[in-house]
């Protein structure tokens, strides 16, 4: 029953820069692990970065150096800073969240990167 909450997403070309954020709608509890995902056209959904409660973090090796994941002032808020972008950085991204056995998604939110 958690709501996860996307924005930022959108249009840019290569080598700009977009920030996602996604915020659930619960306070009530922190999860474990939130992170992002995203899936191309014609490919598997991929992790792109999580990070724990505890601020640990990590990333896919495809963006590495250029997205950076952090946590919000607000509990249970994520970000995904995103610089650099490339064409192959087209997908849906979805943010995702943890807590015991149960994973919550948001619906996605689309990010087009033009060369």
């Known amino acids: 029953q958690v709501q996860l909450r996307e924005s930022g997403g959108g249009s840019v070309q290569a080598g700009g820069s977009l920030r996602l954020s996604c915020a659930a709608s619960t306070y009530t509890f922190t999860f474990h692990v939130m992170g992002w995902y995203r899936q191309a056209p014609g490919k598997q959904r991929e992790l792109v970065a999580t990070?724990?409660?505890?601020?640990?973090?990590n990333y896919a090796d495809s963006v590495k150096g250029r997205f950076t994941i952090s946590r919000g002032n607000a509990k249970n808020t994520v970000y995904l800073q995103m610089n650099s972008l490339k064409s192959e950085d087209t997908a849906v991204y979805y943010c995702?969240?943890?807590?015991?056995?149960?994973?919550?998604w948001g619906q996605g939110t689309q990010v087009t990167v033009s060369s």
């Open positions: 995702n969240a943890a807590i015991y056995s149960n994973n919550y």
């Open positions: 990070i724990t409660s505890g601020g640990v973090t």
